[in-house]
């Protein structure tokens, strides 16, 4: 009999469900470069619908949609305000200053994740040839697990409406924040103009992510897709799995998040773990590790379980569909033998 692995890298990790398998299998498909692909014509009519938008693209990556929506809001010259630990600013290669011609403007998060507002209205340029033209604020949420107040979210969007800008929300774990919140995910989204969201995170698709916005945005995207060699032609086989993510996945993140939770508790009782219970609010859990931690020995103990974790001076443990209560208590249980 194969070892039961537990994977808590990443909720990137899921598997498709058996469902997803045959939707993929059944899917109705055309050519989606001509437009004739019925299945991913579905799901993009599904998600603007969801998300309250009038319009949505399929593409192939989260990174790929943060890059179109960048692309799409700004030209050659311009620069979008984000976090320094944004993950389209500090984990996508730069792509919108290599591609795009974009020039970030990072800022500090605060411990919630968020901009401080006062520090996006000090970044955005005034009209001078000396500077790049401001045109969009960058949001992310949840971002590193922690949901965005919509309190704040509604300020920034005045802020931004303000000082006309954009403004655009990486929602790659949107479906996170909104089960976190209870509510729909189009309640977020309303303060934003455009909104990128990952099917294949803890919503279990195999692969594809959508970005949303208006009609014209998502013209532009679609132009900008095919530069970027994005353009999919038989992308219903995804868009199938895609749907489902959609229809079937987005309230069962609630176990996730119970499972989170329940291995943070866990965890606290490590004197050589040290948590911090109110970051952890949807399904990632961070511990600092105590200096005389031996990181690299405990990975490969655990490995040697069927537990998978990643190393690093913080640890990350994602929950996700592929990891049960079971899973959390082999965790920790594994931790606290290594320890002893
Ligand atoms: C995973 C992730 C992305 C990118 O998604 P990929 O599909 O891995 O390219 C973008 N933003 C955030 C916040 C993410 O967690």
């Not at 938008?53 to 809001?73: K, P, V």
């Not at 974009?102 to 919630?112: E, I």
């Not at 899973?327 to 290594?338: E, N, R």
Request: aromatic share 6%; proline share 3%; net charge negative.
């Amino acid at each position: 009999m194969t070892m039961e692995v537990f994977d808590f890298r990443s909720d990137t990790v899921t598997q498709p469900t058996p469902a997803m398998r045959q939707a993929m299998a059944n899917a109705v498909v055309g050519d989606d470069v001509y437009g004739d692909d019925p299945s991913v014509n579905r799901l993009e009519a599904l998600a603007a619908e969801m998300l309250g938008f009038d319009a949505a693209i399929f593409t192939s990556s989260g990174t790929q949609a943060n890059l179109l929506a960048l692309m799409g809001h700004c030209e050659r010259g311009d620069e979008y305000i984000c976090g320094q630990q944004a993950h389209n600013y500090k984990y996508e290669g730069g792509g919108a200053a290599v591609l795009g011609s974009v020039q970030p403007q990072p800022l500090a998060n605060q411990a919630d994740g968020s901009l401080e507002l006062a520090a996006i209205k000090g970044a955005i340029k005034p009209d001078d040839h000396h500077f790049a033209k401001t045109r969009l604020i960058s949001l992310e949420n949840t971002i590193g697990g922690v949901v965005l107040p919509q309190s704040y979210l509604a300020e920034a969007q005045t802020l931004a409406f303000d000082h006309r800008l954009k403004i655009h929300l990486d929602g790659a774990r949107l479906a996170n924040a909104a089960v976190a919140q209870q509510c729909d995910m189009a309640q977020i989204a309303q303060y934003f103009d455009s909104v990128s969201v990952c099917l294949s995170k803890g919503l279990c698709a195999p692969v594809g992510s959508l970005l949303l916005g208006d009609e014209a945005l998502i013209a532009k995207a679609r132009r900008w897709r095919k530069v970027l060699g994005g353009g999919m032609r038989q992308a219903g086989i995804l868009a199938a799995a895609g749907e489902l993510a959609l229809t079937t996945q987005v309230a069962r993140l609630q176990e996730d998040h119970q499972h989170a939770t329940y291995l943070a508790e866990q965890l606290q009782s490590i004197d050589e773990l040290s948590i911090d219970m109110t970051l952890v609010q949807t399904n990632m859990v961070f511990a600092k590790p105590a200096a005389s931690l031996d990181i690299q020995g405990l990975v490969k103990r655990l490995a040697e379980q069927g537990v998978i974790i990643s190393g690093g001076s913080q640890l990350r443990f994602v929950t996700h569909k592929d990891i049960d209560a079971n899973g959390v208590d082999k965790l920790v249980q594994g931790i606290k033998a290594f320890l002893s």
